[in-house]
């Protein structure tokens, strides 16, 4: 019988990456903790330099910090970083969707629908890790489907930030939004930015687009004392 062929394996430290980062994400890793490399190494069969390279990535991601002497840490998140955080998914979100629904390709919006139902199905499951990784995806698909390569990329590095919070907020209770109630409407943003990129509709897509961090924004208020302050910034 003839084997099934496979593609090449990734290099080690592009598995080292992913697998730190998702320890991150789930704060398995907690912000302030130093990294342990040996540990890493001897935990995750990867040897030590691939180890170091994904550090350093994800220290370029500012997930980590490098302190002089002492090696890596977690990033911590202050209420500072949150205030900072939302003004700036706004601002470029709302590019990004503007210039998404002049430039998306049907094969995107296809993208786009295949990635919200297999995100309704995991807020189903309660697959919070599923959760995030596929909300990720479908941002991260509206950045590409822009064409701006400076935006992607500064959008991308909000992504990476935002991933960590969006696994805390959704996977534990909160107080004032119910989870089952802001999943239906996570998934009905979503919808409503899909339609509003096939009919062209901008204005449309970029209300949309704001409703949805406002909507992230709340469940964030929940995890947050004192809240992270209202953002009043110009549409």
Not at 159 to 167: D, G, I, M, T, V
Request: aromatic share 6%; charged share 25%.
């Amino acid at each position: 019988m003839q084997r099934k062929k496979t593609g090449p394996s990734p290099p080690l430290s592009e598995v080292a990456y992913q697998q730190i980062k998702q320890m991150i994400v789930t704060v398995k890793l907690r912000p302030g903790e130093q990294i342990d490399e040996g540990g890493l190494a001897e935990s995750l069969s990867i040897g030590r330099t691939p180890i170091r390279e994904a550090l350093f990535r994800l220290a370029a991601e500012e997930l980590l910090q490098v302190r002089h002497g002492r090696g890596f840490f977690v990033r911590d998140v202050t209420l500072s970083d949150l205030k900072d955080l939302f003004e700036a998914l706004l601002i470029l979100e709302r590019s990004a969707a503007a210039l998404a629904t002049r430039r998306i390709s049907p094969e995107q919006v296809q993208v786009l629908k295949d990635v919200n139902a297999a995100l309704k199905k995991a807020w189903q499951e309660n697959d919070f890790m599923q959760v995030t990784l596929l909300n990720s995806r479908f941002h991260r698909t509206i950045y590409e489907a822009a064409h701006n390569a400076f935006l992607n990329s500064y959008l991308n590095s909000l992504q990476n930030q935002s991933q960590r919070l969006a696994y805390l907020c959704f996977s534990k209770p909160a107080t004032s939004l119910d989870l089952e109630s802001h999943a239906d409407h996570s998934i009905e943003d979503h919808q409503r930015l899909i339609q509003c990129f096939e009919t062209g509709d901008e204005a449309g897509a970029v209300d949309a687009i704001t409703e949805h961090i406002r909507l992230f924004q709340s469940r964030v208020n929940d995890f947050s004392t004192p809240s992270v302050m209202d953002l009043d910034t110009p549409a």
